[in-house]
């Protein structure tokens, strides 16, 4: 389904139009490997069965909302090639093998012809096959680029201005949405040419209309503020915007434009695909920060694996990497299937969607009391792991869902996100489904369950000091890296410590005994004796003692206090009693505070519970204070700076560049601002370099970064 200019009379710096995953609360149904109607056994049977059901799925997906995942669509159709292969006397009429897409039905726009067909693209989904592509189609440079989940759009321009704007159609005709396109900011209504790239007479572009991640999230907040329907995901809000009757509901949607290809033109014939890139930029359109060009097979397959890992860095959503060669001639040269290019290729990543079936429905209590709906399901392999618990967020969430026990549901895991249930498949219902009631009282020790206020999403259990379940949680958050960091602390020894009377709260954690743990099963052996990971505990919480004061604040569970607000709170208040005594407007002035954390702070330490932990602690001999001795600190060679830093450093991860400018008096910020003072731009630095270079932002590679952090701005400006 992926879609890409069909070269005839011109050697075309052709786009490539991309399908990519839909996201977030996606309303799913299960895939139907075979018609109710068809022999699996017989391949003509199955032939016509697996082509309509394929065609179905592809029109949902252009025109109007897809019910299975991306990963699905593809086994289907990669079935249909194989059962083509084996027997192509099964082959009657037409074949989604050979299509590029179908028009949509009973469409409002009219239908106008491409100057120039857009053929689809083949995919690749494993090392193996995408070095077989390799292999057969060498070339000195291929272009690598992001697929983008949007909607195609084909803007053809005559003498420099804007005549038609398409959408994909079936490749041969699209509709006619210009006046739609006219709303759209990325969009101008004439091109402004360069001496180099002079507009030329005619010029079709390709490209993909889409909206950002954040932008996404901001649009159903706003929506769900409302009382408004939630858009399903990014790619379905683009195209939806595309195809309204009304331009001013177009108008309203944040929608931006990428180009990545040519069509017909005429007065322009560029050597390669990245000059064609170069001139659409020329021409005032947007093109891909994240398209690089390479050298070889072997870099072809690092920006594989380095996207891989990276793929939530983008922007915009994406699920894999399109590689093309990159000269024109080349690409002339090896030509194209009736509708697939053979210079094109895209490699697919493991999918981040799948469907599943909801066994039970369960309640787990959160560190500060916040009760979370979590489903159980059937274990279902995503993203690279075995998945058999998803979150439902919180009451109001499950219930906006309308997730059933029994439901069949799509869940996402994206990378190290903790997976989430999207939405159940209400057309798959056979009324056995149960609806989910969620409870008044907590699963933990019995309390009744409330919203804190008027108005939160989110209920939560009053027993904060004694319920099991969050001192558990408390528990293993301050035994972790990001606190204390107690090895020998783990989850069950934890569950052990509260079940056996040891622990009561986290107050009396620092004054445990030899004594105290041979209460315990964890740490004693069958004798009755302290074991070795008791030992350890006891050792453990010795260092624990003298750790960094951020380190303890963290460890507090102080509500929205995490390591940077923490470390911004000992830097300047350099104790717990000062903190402890510091008003909400001063606190609310540190940077990397602000009013709702110093608000938290304030709040947390008026409860009493909460001083008689950190007198405990202290009483046991935990640090308190900020203790730096002056000879420890580097020379404050960046203060009253701010620095990003983006992209892979040789020298440097992110924690330890963070580290490295914190230390020195200067802030780490994540974004690229007008405030920023330098930008440290290592490998594949992507949009921050961008955008740092059209602010006139100083941008330092590795080696200038280090002379900054030695010797300071002077000496590399």
């Given at each position: 389904?992926e879609?890409?200019?069909?070269?005839?009379?011109?050697?075309?710096?052709?786009?490539?139009?991309?399908?990519v995953?839909?996201?977030?609360?996606?309303?799913?149904?299960p895939k139907q490997?075979?018609s109710?109607?068809?022999?699996?056994?017989?391949p003509?049977?199955?032939w016509s069965?697996l082509?309509?059901?394929i065609?179905?799925?592809r029109?949902?997906?252009?025109?109007?909302?897809?019910?299975i995942?991306?990963a699905e669509?593809?086994?289907?159709?990669?079935e249909?090639?194989?059962?083509?292969?084996?027997?192509?006397?099964?082959?009657?009429?037409?074949?989604p093998?050979?299509e590029?897409?179908?028009p949509?039905?009973?469409?409002?726009?009219?239908?106008?012809?491409?100057?120039?067909q857009?053929?689809?693209?083949?995919?690749?989904?494993d090392?193996g096959?995408?070095?077989?592509?390799?292999?057969?189609?060498?070339?000195?440079?291929?272009?690598t680029e992001l697929?983008i989940?949007g909607a195609?759009i084909?803007?053809?321009y005559?003498?420099?201005?804007?005549?038609?704007a398409?959408?994909?159609g079936?490749?041969?005709t699209g509709e006619?949405?210009?006046?739609?396109a006219?709303?759209?900011?990325?969009?101008p209504?004439?091109?402004?040419?360069?001496?180099e790239?002079?507009?030329?007479?005619?010029?079709?572009?390709?490209g993909?209309?889409?909206?950002?991640?954040?932008?996404?999230?901001t649009?159903?907040?706003d929506?769900?503020a409302?009382?408004?329907?939630?858009f399903?995901?990014p790619?379905?809000?683009?195209?939806?915007?595309?195809?309204?009757?009304?331009?001013a509901?177009?108008?309203?949607?944040?929608?931006?434009?990428?180009c990545?290809g040519?069509?017909?033109?005429?007065?322009?014939?560029p050597?390669?695909q990245?000059d064609?890139?170069?001139?659409?930029?020329?021409?005032g359109?947007?093109?891909?920060?994240?398209?690089?060009?390479?050298?070889s097979?072997?870099?072809v397959?690092?920006?594989?694996?380095?996207?891989?890992?990276?793929?939530?860095?983008?922007?915009?959503?994406m699920?894999?990497?399109?590689?093309?060669?990159?000269s024109?001639?080349?690409?002339?040269?090896?030509g194209?299937t009736?509708?697939?290019?053979?210079?094109a290729?895209?490699?697919k990543?493991?999918?981040?969607?799948?469907m599943?079936?909801?066994?039970?429905?369960?309640?787990?209590?959160?560190r500060?009391?916040?009760?979370?709906p979590?489903?159980?399901?059937?274990?279902?392999?995503v993203?690279?792991?075995?998945?058999?618990?998803?979150?439902?967020?919180?009451?109001?969430?499950?219930h906006?869902?309308?997730?059933r026990l029994?439901?069949r549901?799509?869940i996402?895991?994206?990378?190290?996100?903790i997976?989430?249930?999207?939405?159940?498949?209400?057309?798959v219902?056979?009324?056995?489904?149960?609806?989910?009631?969620?409870?008044?009282v907590?699963?933990?020790?019995?309390?009744?369950l409330?919203?804190?206020k008027?108005?939160?999403a989110?209920?939560?259990?009053?027993?904060?000091?004694y319920?099991p379940?969050?001192l558990?949680n408390?528990?293993?958050?301050?035994a972790?890296?990001?606190?204390?960091?107690?090895?020998?602390?783990g989850?069950r020894?934890?569950?052990d410590l509260?079940a056996s009377?040891?622990?009561?709260?986290?107050?009396?954690?620092?004054?445990?005994?030899?004594?105290?743990?041979?209460?315990?099963?964890?740490?004693?052996?069958?004798?009755?004796k302290?074991?070795r990971?008791?030992?350890?505990?006891l050792?453990?919480?010795?260092?624990?003692?003298?750790?960094?004061?951020?380190?303890?604040?963290t460890a507090?569970?102080i509500r929205h206090v995490?390591?940077t607000a923490a470390?911004?709170l000992?830097?300047t208040?350099?104790?717990?009693?000062?903190i402890?005594?510091?008003?909400?407007?001063?606190?609310a002035?540190i940077?990397?505070?602000?009013?709702?954390?110093?608000q938290?702070?304030?709040?947390?330490?008026?409860?009493?519970?909460?001083?008689?932990?950190?007198?405990?602690?202290?009483?046991?001999?935990?640090?308190?204070?900020?203790?730096?001795?002056?000879?420890?600190?580097?020379?404050?060679?960046?203060?009253g700076l701010?620095?990003?830093?983006?992209?892979?450093?040789?020298n440097?991860?992110?924690?330890?560049?963070?580290?490295?400018?914190?230390?020195?008096g200067?802030?780490?910020a994540g974004?690229v601002s007008k405030?920023?003072d330098?930008?440290?731009?290592?490998?594949k630095?992507g949009?921050?370099?961008?955008?740092?270079?059209?602010?006139g932002?100083?941008?330092?590679?590795?080696?200038g970064?280090?002379?900054?952090?030695?010797?300071g701005?002077?000496a590399?400006?």
């Amino acid at each position: 389904m992926e879609l890409i200019s069909k070269q005839k009379h011109h050697r075309a710096a052709s786009p490539v139009r991309v399908r990519v995953r839909t996201t977030l609360n996606r309303v799913s149904e299960p895939k139907q490997t075979t018609s109710p109607t068809a022999s699996p056994d017989d391949p003509a049977e199955r032939w016509s069965a697996l082509a309509a059901e394929i065609r179905h799925h592809r029109d949902l997906y252009y025109y109007r909302e897809p019910v299975i995942t991306d990963a699905e669509f593809d086994t289907m159709m990669r079935e249909l090639q194989s059962l083509e292969a084996e027997h192509p006397e099964v082959v009657t009429g037409p074949s989604p093998t050979t299509e590029v897409a179908q028009p949509p039905v009973n469409s409002p726009f009219r239908n106008v012809a491409h100057r120039e067909q857009m053929l689809s693209l083949d995919n690749v989904f494993d090392g193996g096959e995408l070095k077989e592509w390799l292999d057969r189609t060498p070339s000195e440079t291929y272009l690598t680029e992001l697929k983008i989940d949007g909607a195609s759009i084909d803007l053809l321009y005559l003498d420099g201005r804007l005549e038609t704007a398409l959408t994909r159609g079936d490749g041969v005709t699209g509709e006619d949405i210009t006046h739609n396109a006219r709303t759209i900011s990325d969009i101008p209504d004439r091109l402004s040419g360069t001496e180099e790239f002079p507009v030329p007479a005619v010029v079709e572009i390709r490209g993909e209309i889409f909206i950002t991640v954040e932008d996404f999230a901001t649009m159903n907040a706003d929506r769900q503020a409302e009382g408004k329907k939630m858009f399903a995901n990014p790619r379905n809000a683009a195209a939806g915007a595309m195809r309204q009757k009304n331009p001013a509901e177009t108008a309203k949607r944040p929608l931006k434009l990428i180009c990545h290809g040519l069509g017909a033109r005429e007065g322009f014939e560029p050597a390669s695909q990245h000059d064609a890139y170069r001139a659409i930029e020329a021409w005032g359109l947007p093109v891909s920060p994240y398209t690089k060009q390479v050298h070889s097979a072997e870099e072809v397959i690092a920006q594989v694996g380095y996207w891989g890992e990276h793929r939530h860095d983008a922007t915009h959503e994406m699920d894999g990497l399109v590689v093309k060669v990159d000269s024109l001639d080349e690409q002339e040269d090896l030509g194209a299937t009736s509708r697939a290019p053979r210079w094109a290729i895209a490699y697919k990543y493991p999918p981040e969607e799948a469907m599943t079936t909801v066994e039970s429905i369960r309640i787990g209590m959160g560190r500060t009391g916040r009760a979370t709906p979590f489903a159980v399901m059937s274990p279902t392999p995503v993203a690279g792991s075995t998945v058999s618990m998803a979150t439902l967020h919180n009451p109001t969430e499950a219930h906006r869902k309308g997730i059933r026990l029994g439901d069949r549901v799509m869940i996402r895991k994206a990378g190290e996100v903790i997976p989430e249930v999207l939405g159940p498949v209400e057309d798959v219902r056979d009324g056995s489904e149960r609806e989910f009631v969620f409870s008044s009282v907590c699963p933990e020790c019995g309390t009744p369950l409330a919203p804190t206020k008027e108005g939160d999403a989110d209920w939560r259990c009053p027993n904060t000091r004694y319920c099991p379940g969050q001192l558990q949680n408390r528990l293993n958050y301050l035994a972790g890296r990001g606190a204390f960091d107690i090895d020998a602390l783990g989850e069950r020894a934890a569950s052990d410590l509260i079940a056996s009377g040891v622990l009561p709260d986290e107050g009396r954690l620092f004054s445990l005994s030899a004594d105290d743990l041979t209460s315990t099963n964890a740490y004693t052996t069958k004798a009755g004796k302290l074991n070795r990971p008791g030992e350890l505990l006891l050792d453990n919480l010795e260092e624990a003692k003298q750790v960094d004061l951020w380190r303890v604040i963290t460890a507090l569970s102080i509500r929205h206090v995490g390591p940077t607000a923490a470390k911004a709170l000992a830097a300047t208040l350099q104790s717990i009693p000062a903190i402890d005594k510091a008003s909400v407007e001063e606190m609310a002035e540190i940077d990397g505070v602000g009013g709702i954390i110093a608000q938290s702070v304030k709040d947390w330490f008026a409860v009493d519970w909460h001083r008689e932990i950190v007198d405990a602690w202290a009483d046991a001999g935990v640090r308190m204070e900020q203790i730096v001795e002056a000879s420890d600190l580097p020379e404050q060679t960046l203060a009253g700076l701010t620095v990003v830093v983006t992209g892979s450093l040789e020298n440097f991860d992110r924690t330890s560049a963070k580290e490295a400018v914190e230390s020195r008096g200067g802030k780490a910020a994540g974004s690229v601002s007008k405030n920023t003072d330098f930008l440290v731009a290592g490998e594949k630095a992507g949009s921050k370099l961008t955008k740092a270079e059209d602010l006139g932002v100083p941008v330092l590679d590795e080696a200038g970064f280090e002379k900054l952090l030695a010797e300071g701005p002077d000496a590399v400006r």
